[in-house]
């Protein structure tokens, strides 16, 4: 009959309810799941899009040349930069050098917590960092103290120091480049040798007794 007909038609509408309202729900929860999930894969490569940029910066300005020294270094770098158990766990890394270019790659995977509803279980990761080695005309003056407060340790210092810095500073000279070093003492007296009078004047009559006095 028709009351039978219409009572039936209510009931299956009835059932169809919460089947609707399930499936409304974890479409909601993917949704904001993956939402989740995005957040944290854009935190992982900006991390590790921070840590790459140090690692090619150090090997590029480090003035090394063995490879497996520069590849050491470069990850050394990115391992300061990386927290490897807070983002993405970190795949593989390379170093390529090719004449002044110096190329750091890094790739890590994230598992995901909520993308996995929808059957991606991790997103690789992949980012790269480039830079160029170019070296440039340099001149150095460099000022030493030399005068009587200088201990003997300080001495020593000072040259270890100074010839470190010169080690340094060539080790980034590339070819065609001309690097030049000033030594300048700060002493009491500076041997000027013959511009001596002209940067003094004329010594006074009685001034000048030790031998070789006149060229300071």
């Known amino acids: 009959t028709l009351d039978s007909a219409e009572k039936t038609f209510r009931q299956a509408q009835r059932g ?12 909601a929860m993917v ?11 854009m935190a992982t490569q900006a991390a590790l899009s921070a840590a790459v940029d ?23 770098a990115f391992e300061l930069n990386y927290n490897n158990l807070r983002y993405g766990e970190l795949l593989e890394t390379e170093l390529d050098v090719s004449g002044n270019n110096y190329t750091f790659s890094a790739v890590a995977r994230l598992d995901t917590s909520f993308m996995r509803l929808a059957g991606i279980d991790s997103v690789r990761v992949p980012v790269s960092a480039q830079a160029l080695k170019q070296a440039k005309n340099l001149e150095v003056a460099l000022v030493l103290d030399v005068t009587s407060s200088m201990s003997e340790t300080e001495m020593d210092t000072l040259q270890q120091a ?14 065609g480049v001309t690097t030049r070093f000033a030594i300048v003492p700060y002493a009491d007296a500076v041997n000027l040798g013959d511009y001596a009078e002209l940067a003094r ?9 030790p031998p070789g006095c006149e060229k300071y």
């Open 201 to 209: 004047g004329p010594i006074s009559s009685g001034t000048c007794t």
């Open 16 to 27: 169809s309810i919460p089947t609707m309202l399930a499936l409304a729900i974890a479409v």
């Open 162 to 175: 100074a010839t470190d810095l010169v080690a340094t500073v060539m080790q980034g000279a590339g070819e």
């Open 31 to 41: 949704s904001g799941g993956t939402a989740i999930d995005m957040a944290r894969l």
């Open 54 to 76: 140090a690692a090619v910066l150090q090997a590029v300005t480090s003035g090394l040349s063995s490879t497996s020294e520069l590849e050491d270094l470069a990850l050394s």
